[in-house]
């Protein structure tokens, strides 16, 4: 089978891949059909977050990794616990010939609160292959699997290399035995198989499960390291290529497990430090590159939430070891990205195809990221200028945290700053800081469910593509507490409701018996059926009932997510093959669609796309839909599969006219219920990921009857004229023609003033004195209050109170010398005197002005002003 998207779009419970087994999680619980019985795959796995989060010994040690991949065998009721032990060794050892005195296997050695027996069954096959003394007893931590709170678990065994060279086993004297599950770098877990055979309930109680299934796990990195004979995974071939590309780029120099072992004890303690930090960071990158690059290729974009944040946080880890121990100050993962894909492009082809958006979205990343360790490195220095002067040497917790949540500086590279200067950090308070975010975001997140009650056995039926109301009984129901609101999930036997999947939000209706009527707030998707969320419970849970989806709703969201698969056409029409769908969301009131294109549309092109899909909705293409189309079959149609889209082995293919696409949405009977599709805005989302937001039929009515409303009010300020376009223009002709002449007129005005306002000023002991009441705009009274002191010439003391559009307005302009000599100060005086207008301003010595309210007060605030000038 192949590996599943390493990032999970539709599970509440879990971002990404961290097991094979998630993607056999719907039938592990019984929810789908379980054939083929035996399967095997190789699993892109991320394990950064939630109950499997290795990030931080990443880079550190030499086996563990961000993404890996994982290789697995499954049988969902076939063989069991024999058949997987035989398999497994017959792999390692024939197969694959691993030495099987390196080998060592554990079992469960059971726990008897829990009832639960020592696992003599494995230990009974397992005898069959290796010796007495190669099978350990491991407790509950190592050696019994759950896969959750609740759900199915069971024992395990897991396979143990000793990978020490004869000089270390010779050195530390111990067993392989001894060293298993001990952290020993050399001997290390590589394969781990699950026999689940029980469900944990709510309660903490087990009960036996309906099928026993094998679910295994190997690390492929691992097993290549025993295979190519190597102690470090990163000194195998699937990581040598980028960190000899790392070596071309940085120009500094890897060590591999043999160049340690072999140099010298002196060098080494002369460079220990160094080359050890390059080590780790060259590690920290080769291994980071891959997580980030397959994650974008899978859709997940870096961002400032849920797992596009995981994605971020990652890079940046990186981004700050290359910057820190490779000298790195530019952007520098992406120049590894060709040897990953020629590594790995073949097998992952999803990769290859994507190589240009992802180079794009991660250079930008790493440029972004470099930016704010800038700005952070800036806010430290000055925190540490300030620590001198005040003579400490510890810098505060709250600020290496604010460092930390603001700028994504971790505490080991403030450390190292201040370290480097001299100070410490208030370690103890920056963890307290950081408990109390991670609390708040607990409790905001706290959901609680209580176990499913069964009313009847059986699976859930989907029928919402033929009926939108359908008769069904309720399977069973669970309570779901979420931050104290309470609502109830009901599973029907059949259900036309759609669950929220593929971007497309899921369907409201009721459901209707004879006594009561429930209202479906919500349905979601889980686990491969439809889950129906109601606030209140029926009285009568086991009564029959009719469920009933909202149809207008549905017509709506259907004609959009059709929209959305015309667009999808049109734009690789448009724009060119580039364009992969990157997100979308489809409502019955809008529609949303992300792709990667890598500059603006043009207004041309937005409008080419929208004459393709309108004209497509005119030609009323009938929808020809494909269900249980074996997957192959459906690609040799030429239907478009989504990267970091999950398939099973049969799709759906829905088809309008030359738009072929695999969805399991619900769309319009055919294109012309679509109406018209009208595109509202294109943008950015993120580097080379542009949004296109449209609205279709009844929306765009709405839309239509706005934009007349506003052009028949436009049209009505012109007294309907027939040639609006002109008619304005003419007034915005006319209107700067008018704005220039008033100028003009106000300049002579200005002009005329002062020559009057001059003669008729007076004397007052040397100073000339100035003041009128006049109508004209502010700015033309600033104009007159300098043309009167150009004129004036000598001591001047200036006061005008002008009126425009009934506000009066204060202008006070005061010769320099009186300025120096006199003190006196235009700025104060205005502040003063304007109270009587009912106003307020400022200004500066020599000239200040205010406005006002009451231009009846503006003879007594010009007295005023005079009166304090005191001359
Ligand atoms: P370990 O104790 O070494 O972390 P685990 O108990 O977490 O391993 P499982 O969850 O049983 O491992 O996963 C199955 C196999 O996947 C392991 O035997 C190992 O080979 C591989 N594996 C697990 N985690 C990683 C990782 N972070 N990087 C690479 N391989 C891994
Ligand atoms: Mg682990």
Same mark, same amino acid.
């Given at each position: 089978m192949p590996s599943a998207p390493m990032v999970i779009k539709d599970d509440p419970t879990l971002m990404f891949t961290n097991a094979g087994m998630n993607q056999w999680k719907d039938i592990i619980l019984g929810t789908r059909d379980p054939e083929p019985r035996r399967r095997a795959d190789t699993q892109k796995c991320l394990r950064v977050s939630g109950k499997h989060n290795d990030l931080e010994e990443v880079g550190h040690d030499t086996y563990h990794h961000t993404m890996f991949e994982m290789l697995g065998n499954w049988s969902f009721g076939d063989y069991f616990k024999e058949g997987a032990i035989d398999m497994a060794w017959e792999y390692l050892v024939d197969v694959l010939?691993?030495? %099987?005195?390196?080998?060592?296997?554990?079992?469960?050695?059971?726990?008897?609160?829990?009832?639960? %027996?020592?696992?003599?069954? &494995?230990?009974?096959?397992?005898?069959?292959?290796?010796? /007495?003394?190669?099978?350990?007893?491991?407790?509950?931590?190592?050696?019994?699997?759950?896969?959750?709170?609740?759900? %199915?678990?069971?024992?395990?065994?897991?396979?143990? @290399?000793?990978?020490?060279?004869?000089?270390?086993?010779? &050195?530390?004297?111990?067993?392989?035995?001894?060293?298993?599950?001990?952290?020993?770098?050399?001997?290390?877990?590589i394969w781990n198989l699950v026999f689940m055979q029980f469900n944990r309930k709510a309660d903490g109680s087990l009960e036996k499960l309906s099928m026993n299934v094998i679910d295994t796990g190997m690390g492929f990195e691992r097993l290549v390291r025993m295979m190519q004979g190597k102690h470090s995974n990163y000194d195998t071939d699937v990581f040598q290529p980028i960190i000899k590309k790392e070596e071309e780029i940085t120009g500094l120099k890897y060590s591999t497990f043999e160049d340690s072992e072999s140099s010298e004890s002196s060098e080494i303690s002369r460079n220990a430090g160094s080359s050890e930090q390059i080590n780790i960071a060259m590690r920290v990158c080769a291994d980071h590159l891959r997580a980030v690059a397959f994650s974008i290729a899978d859709g997940q974009l870096p961002s400032n939430a849920k797992a596009g944040y995981v994605i971020r946080r990652i890079l940046r880890r990186a981004v700050r070891y290359a910057y820190t121990f490779l000298g790195q100050k530019e952007a520098f993962l992406y120049k590894l990205l060709p040897t990953l894909v020629e590594e790995m492009g073949d097998a992952f082809p999803e990769l290859k195809a994507q190589q240009q958006l992802v180079a794009k979205v991660m250079k930008e990343e790493e440029d972004s990221f470099l930016r704010t360790?800038?700005?952070?490195?800036?806010?430290?220095?000055?925190?540490?200028?300030?620590?001198?002067?005040?003579?400490?040497?510890?810098?505060? #917790?709250?600020?290496?945290?604010?460092?930390?949540?603001?700028?994504?500086? %971790?505490?080991?590279?403030?450390?190292?700053?201040?370290?480097?200067?001299?100070?410490?950090v208030n370690e103890e308070q920056f963890n307290a800081d950081m408990q109390k975010q991670k609390d708040r975001a607990r409790n905001a997140a706290a959901v609680e469910n209580s176990d499913w009650v069964e009313l009847r056995q059986g699976e859930q039926q989907f029928v919402g593509y033929d009926f939108s109301e359908y008769e069904c009984n309720i399977l069973r129901y669970r309570k779901v507490t979420q931050k104290k609101t309470v609502f109830y999930e009901l599973v029907l036997d059949k259900t036309p409701f759609y669950g929220e999947m593929g971007g497309q939000v899921g369907e409201q209706g009721v459901l209707v018996s004879e006594s009561e009527t429930v209202e479906i707030i919500d349905a979601k998707r889980?686990?491969?059926?439809? @889950?129906?969320?109601?606030?209140?419970?029926?009285?009568?849970?086991?009564?029959?009932?009719?469920?009933?989806?909202?149809?207008?709703?549905?017509?709506?969201? /259907?004609?959009?997510?059709? /929209?959305?698969?015309?667009?999808?056409?049109?734009?690789?029409?448009?724009?060119g093959d580039h364009v992969e769908q990157k997100g979308s969301f489809v409502s019955p009131d809008s529609l949303r669609f992300d792709f990667s294109h890598f500059e603006k549309m043009s207004d041309e092109q937005l409008r080419a796309v929208e004459r393709i899909v309108n004209d497509m909705i005119r030609q009323d293409i009938p929808l020809d839909e494909h269900r249980d189309t074996p997957f192959e079959e459906a690609k040799k149609m030429g239907a478009i599969a989504l990267f970091g889209e999950k398939y099973g082995d049969k799709v759906r293919v829905v088809r309008f006219g030359p738009s072929c696409e695999f969805c399991g949405g619900i769309h319009a009977k055919s294109t012309g219920r679509i109406g018209f599709f009208k595109i509202i805005s294109e943008s950015s989302v993120a580097a080379g990921v542009r949004r296109i937001e449209a609205k279709t039929g009844k929306e765009c009515e709405e839309l239509l009857y706005s934009l007349e409303d506003t052009m028949k009010a436009v049209k009505a300020f012109f007294n309907n004229a027939k040639d609006l376009q002109g008619v304005i223009l003419k007034y915005i002709e006319e209107h700067d023609h008018m704005k220039k002449e008033i100028e003009q007129f106000q300049a002579q005005a200005v002009e005329r003033s002062a020559q009057t306002l001059l003669e008729k000023g007076r004397m007052v002991n040397g100073v000339m004195v100035v003041t009128g009441v006049l109508p004209m705009t502010p700015a033309a009274a600033k104009d007159l209050a300098f043309k009167v002191r150009a004129n004036a010439g000598g001591s001047l003391l200036c006061v005008l109170g002008t009126v425009y559009q009934e506000k009066p307005q204060l202008t006070i302009? @005061?010769?320099?010398?009186?300025?120096?000599?006199?003190?006196?100060? &235009?700025?104060?005086?205005?502040?003063?005197?304007?109270?009587?207008?009912? #106003?307020g301003g400022g200004g500066q010595p020599h000239f200040a002005q205010a406005g006002g309210k009451n231009a009846d007060g503006l003879s007594a605030a010009l007295d005023k002003v005079i009166e304090m000038a005191k001359l």
């Amino acid at each position: 089978m192949p590996s599943a998207p390493m990032v999970i779009k539709d599970d509440p419970t879990l971002m990404f891949t961290n097991a094979g087994m998630n993607q056999w999680k719907d039938i592990i619980l019984g929810t789908r059909d379980p054939e083929p019985r035996r399967r095997a795959d190789t699993q892109k796995c991320l394990r950064v977050s939630g109950k499997h989060n290795d990030l931080e010994e990443v880079g550190h040690d030499t086996y563990h990794h961000t993404m890996f991949e994982m290789l697995g065998n499954w049988s969902f009721g076939d063989y069991f616990k024999e058949g997987a032990i035989d398999m497994a060794w017959e792999y390692l050892v024939d197969v694959l010939k691993l030495n %099987p005195d390196d080998l060592y296997v554990t079992v469960f050695e059971g726990s008897p609160e829990e009832n639960i %027996p020592r696992d003599d069954e &494995a230990a009974q096959y397992w005898a069959k292959h290796v010796p /007495a003394d190669h099978i350990i007893n491991g407790n509950k931590h190592d050696n019994f699997w759950e896969m959750g709170d609740t759900g %199915p678990c069971g024992p395990c065994s897991e396979i143990h @290399v000793d990978s020490r060279t004869p000089e270390q086993r010779a &050195a530390s004297g111990k067993t392989g035995r001894e060293l298993v599950n001990k952290d020993d770098p050399q001997v290390i877990e590589i394969w781990n198989l699950v026999f689940m055979q029980f469900n944990r309930k709510a309660d903490g109680s087990l009960e036996k499960l309906s099928m026993n299934v094998i679910d295994t796990g190997m690390g492929f990195e691992r097993l290549v390291r025993m295979m190519q004979g190597k102690h470090s995974n990163y000194d195998t071939d699937v990581f040598q290529p980028i960190i000899k590309k790392e070596e071309e780029i940085t120009g500094l120099k890897y060590s591999t497990f043999e160049d340690s072992e072999s140099s010298e004890s002196s060098e080494i303690s002369r460079n220990a430090g160094s080359s050890e930090q390059i080590n780790i960071a060259m590690r920290v990158c080769a291994d980071h590159l891959r997580a980030v690059a397959f994650s974008i290729a899978d859709g997940q974009l870096p961002s400032n939430a849920k797992a596009g944040y995981v994605i971020r946080r990652i890079l940046r880890r990186a981004v700050r070891y290359a910057y820190t121990f490779l000298g790195q100050k530019e952007a520098f993962l992406y120049k590894l990205l060709p040897t990953l894909v020629e590594e790995m492009g073949d097998a992952f082809p999803e990769l290859k195809a994507q190589q240009q958006l992802v180079a794009k979205v991660m250079k930008e990343e790493e440029d972004s990221f470099l930016r704010t360790l800038d700005k952070g490195i800036a806010l430290l220095d000055k925190a540490m200028v300030q620590l001198r002067k005040e003579n400490k040497t510890e810098l505060n #917790g709250a600020e290496a945290f604010r460092l930390f949540d603001t700028y994504g500086f %971790p505490l080991d590279l403030t450390e190292l700053i201040c370290r480097e200067n001299g100070f410490t950090v208030n370690e103890e308070q920056f963890n307290a800081d950081m408990q109390k975010q991670k609390d708040r975001a607990r409790n905001a997140a706290a959901v609680e469910n209580s176990d499913w009650v069964e009313l009847r056995q059986g699976e859930q039926q989907f029928v919402g593509y033929d009926f939108s109301e359908y008769e069904c009984n309720i399977l069973r129901y669970r309570k779901v507490t979420q931050k104290k609101t309470v609502f109830y999930e009901l599973v029907l036997d059949k259900t036309p409701f759609y669950g929220e999947m593929g971007g497309q939000v899921g369907e409201q209706g009721v459901l209707v018996s004879e006594s009561e009527t429930v209202e479906i707030i919500d349905a979601k998707r889980e686990n491969n059926q439809t @889950v129906h969320i109601v606030k209140q419970l029926p009285k009568d849970p086991a009564a029959p009932f009719m469920a009933c989806v909202d149809v207008d709703k549905r017509d709506a969201s /259907a004609a959009n997510h059709t /929209a959305t698969h015309l667009l999808d056409y049109a734009l690789k029409q448009v724009l060119g093959d580039h364009v992969e769908q990157k997100g979308s969301f489809v409502s019955p009131d809008s529609l949303r669609f992300d792709f990667s294109h890598f500059e603006k549309m043009s207004d041309e092109q937005l409008r080419a796309v929208e004459r393709i899909v309108n004209d497509m909705i005119r030609q009323d293409i009938p929808l020809d839909e494909h269900r249980d189309t074996p997957f192959e079959e459906a690609k040799k149609m030429g239907a478009i599969a989504l990267f970091g889209e999950k398939y099973g082995d049969k799709v759906r293919v829905v088809r309008f006219g030359p738009s072929c696409e695999f969805c399991g949405g619900i769309h319009a009977k055919s294109t012309g219920r679509i109406g018209f599709f009208k595109i509202i805005s294109e943008s950015s989302v993120a580097a080379g990921v542009r949004r296109i937001e449209a609205k279709t039929g009844k929306e765009c009515e709405e839309l239509l009857y706005s934009l007349e409303d506003t052009m028949k009010a436009v049209k009505a300020f012109f007294n309907n004229a027939k040639d609006l376009q002109g008619v304005i223009l003419k007034y915005i002709e006319e209107h700067d023609h008018m704005k220039k002449e008033i100028e003009q007129f106000q300049a002579q005005a200005v002009e005329r003033s002062a020559q009057t306002l001059l003669e008729k000023g007076r004397m007052v002991n040397g100073v000339m004195v100035v003041t009128g009441v006049l109508p004209m705009t502010p700015a033309a009274a600033k104009d007159l209050a300098f043309k009167v002191r150009a004129n004036a010439g000598g001591s001047l003391l200036c006061v005008l109170g002008t009126v425009y559009q009934e506000k009066p307005q204060l202008t006070i302009m @005061v010769s320099d010398d009186l300025v120096a000599d006199h003190k006196l100060n &235009a700025g104060q005086m205005v502040r003063e005197a304007s109270k009587l207008i009912q #106003g307020g301003g400022g200004g500066q010595p020599h000239f200040a002005q205010a406005g006002g309210k009451n231009a009846d007060g503006l003879s007594a605030a010009l007295d005023k002003v005079i009166e304090m000038a005191k001359l």
